[in-house]
């Protein structure tokens, strides 16, 4: 079973930049979530795609963008990048029933300067 | 007001001692709970899925309380290994999944 993988696992990017992460969820999984983790706080929901549709998002600006591909793996955008931005970036995916844990990739360790 | 409230921590507990984590969440429609472990750096994995009658892995227990809305995490025997963050999960309609902000949680020899 192939687990969730991300890249890049670092990356250092200016302020006003674009940034593209990609996601490969999980053998079996149809649902991939991304999540953005600033130093000593939880995981916040970004968006869900599920199907190659956004399933839902959080409290994000339109910025923020995915896609998920019929592989099911997945990209992040960021456009205009603030230094807010800095953050580890999580993929998760998950099965899709509603009991389904996330699984998560390594992350992509974000850096605006 | 968040969707999942924790106590950051830290906790600082001498090997072998029990410790507990509660966790509090604000949606009662909420329909699946899990908590995680994050090490530093890393990413969160999966510790354990709480179940409504509660449930038992080695010397992790875990409970869900719907009435209250609380959900709480017992580590027995603490072990070295078991420092690191502990993130209360909850999964709410749609399959959207809310963390806690972590409690830390470091064992000391």
């Known amino acids: 079973e192939t687990g969730v993988t991300q890249s890049p696992t670092h990356l250092i990017k200016t302020r006003g930049q674009q940034v593209t992460l990609r996601c490969s969820s999980q053998?079996?999984?149809?649902?991939v979530s991304w999540y953005q983790q600033a130093l000593g706080q939880g995981p916040q929901f970004i968006f869900q795609?599920?199907?190659?549709?956004?399933?839902g998002r959080g409290n994000f600006p339109p910025r923020f963008s995915g896609l998920q591909f019929p592989n099911y793996s997945s990209e992040l955008n960021v456009n205009a990048l603030e230094l807010d931005d800095s953050a580890l970036y999580l993929c998760?995916?998950?099965?899709?029933?509603?009991?389904?844990?996330?699984?998560f990739g390594n992350g992509t360790r974000l850096t605006v300067t | 007001r968040k969707e999942v409230e924790q106590d950051p921590g830290p906790f600082n507990v001498p090997e072998g001692a029990t410790v507990a984590f509660n966790c509090t969440y604000s949606?009662?429609?909420?329909?699946?709970f899990f908590w995680y472990r994050q090490d530093c750096r890393k990413e969160p994995k999966l510790l354990m899925s709480?179940?409504?009658s509660g449930n038992e892995d080695g010397r992790f227990t875990a409970q869900l309380n719907r009435a209250s809305q609380y959900i709480s995490l017992l580590i027995r025997d603490s072990k070295l290994s078991d420092s690191a963050t502990y993130l209360c999960?909850?999964?709410?309609?749609?399959?959207?999944?809310?963390f806690g902000t972590g409690t830390s949680l470091t064992v000391i020899p």
């Open positions: 998760a995916s998950s099965s899709g029933q509603d009991v389904s844990p996330l699984h």
């Open positions: 053998s079996g999984h149809n649902t």
């Open positions: 795609y599920y199907r190659e549709e956004e399933n």
């Open positions: 949606n009662s429609a909420s329909q699946s």
């Open positions: 709480v179940y409504s």
């Open positions: 999960v909850v999964n709410e309609a749609g399959n959207q999944f809310y």
